[in-house]
């Protein structure tokens, strides 16, 4: 039976729907797409910091490795080719989620999907069989292409077909995956640089696991219903809408997402489009915060933990010992973010994140700096210091885990309007991957010469990007997807830059209906 719309105190509607086991089933599935880019990241920082895949490929990082230990510690890893293989991925991941946003739009979220489990299968393979850097380097462009695909189109499939009440939960799934396939990564590392000689195979090889679950995956899911209407299969659409809801009163949302598509259609050019006045808050966004997002220095701890404990004088075991430690403390804060983003919010995680990363920035710089100084002339660290200094990288991962990290691909995949969703992904991905191409290409170059500042450096882009959250991101929790127009046009910047009849999706209808804004004048976030 069709029921009204409901409209909640926000101003939004309230679509009827359940957390069926089926749309919760086929969310943990595509989350997994999560793991491959996940098990990438747990694996290359791993992998280059083994002695004999060093040895094989990059002999004079090896030797200056073992050189005597009154080189400078700052700068003993230093070296381009070596960096050239853990960015070259980013690159690539670039590119593909470009041609990705095509082929999610076109044909659907689960192909692009498929693409990526595909692709990222014959990059393991690749590096597998290693013989020299150049196969190295192709194996992970492959990679890339996989994690490009992936990467676009899985954080859309999961907001698009969660209920909007546990969309922050379900599309953190994602996120989870990633941190699992990081952890899973750092373990496996542990082990196998046991195996002399030719453990990295099996390190880079075991992306071969993650590539062919996802790969399955994409192969039993059913696509989304706004994917599906967006494609004029609309007698799918209503049918699979009902039974993600796991209910028959579907039809106010089902017209909300044709309305949605309708508007969509008339776009032709989804790239021109998104310069346009009415979608700067979109794109602002889809820029600012994947940047933001890099700009934690997250990854320098992801890629380089095992290599930054060797610096401050951990032996091989105990660096990766302690990779594998935040990579834990990675995974049990991510679930803190499930429990927490429908509750408190994206703006209070990604606030508190922010204080929480901020301090540990400065402490960890601090550490370092008090020890080395600015020469690095220092062996290693007295065991309790670097314990110390593990300790504030803990509680600093902690932080990022349960507000950039999730919130960073959420946000995004949840703000878009249907017609700019693809595309806007695609900026949102290619945005990411630059900005951890560059940190990955220039860490060891920053580290040699800001030494400790470096970690001031990250510290005053989180002062950065918390003031720009306080000021520019509305709260989305709790707005379906298609209503979000709404968010951005009772915003106190963003307001003035969506014209009154055109608010995208559903809104338009909320807003003709009379709905008042958040209380009665427009709301400040
Ligand atoms: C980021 C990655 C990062 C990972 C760490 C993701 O959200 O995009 O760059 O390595 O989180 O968990």
Redesign the pocket.
Known sequence: MAGGPVFTGKGGKAYPGNLTPYVLATCIIAAMGGLI??YD?GISGGVTSMSMFLEKFFPDVYRKQNAHSNTNQYCKFDSVPLTLFTSSLYLAALLSSLVASTVTRKFGRKLSMLFGGVLFCAGALVNAFAQNVAMLIIGRILLGFGIGFANQSVPLYLSEMAPYKYRGALNIGF?LS??IG?LIANVLNYFFAKIHNWGWRLSLGGAMVPAIIISIGALLLPDTPNSLIERGKHDEAMSKLRRVRGVDDVEDEFNDLVAASETSKLVEHPWRNLLQRKYRPHLTMAIAI?FF??LTG??VI??YAPVLFKTIGFKDNASLMSAVITGGV?VLA?LVSIYGVDKWGRRFLFLEGGVQMFICQVAVAICIGVKFGTTGAVTALPQWYAIVVVLFICIYVSA??WS???L??LVPSEIFPLEIRSAAQSINVSV?MFF?FVIAQVFLIMLCHLKFGLFLFFAFFVVVMSVFIYFFLPETKGIPIEEMGMVWKNHWFWGSYIPDDEVHNGGTTALEMGVKKNGNSKSVY
């Open positions: 880019f996940g990241i996120q990633i941190t990081i994947p997002q890099q997250i990854n992801m890629f990675n991510t990022f885990a950039w990290g999730p960073g691909w990411n951890t």
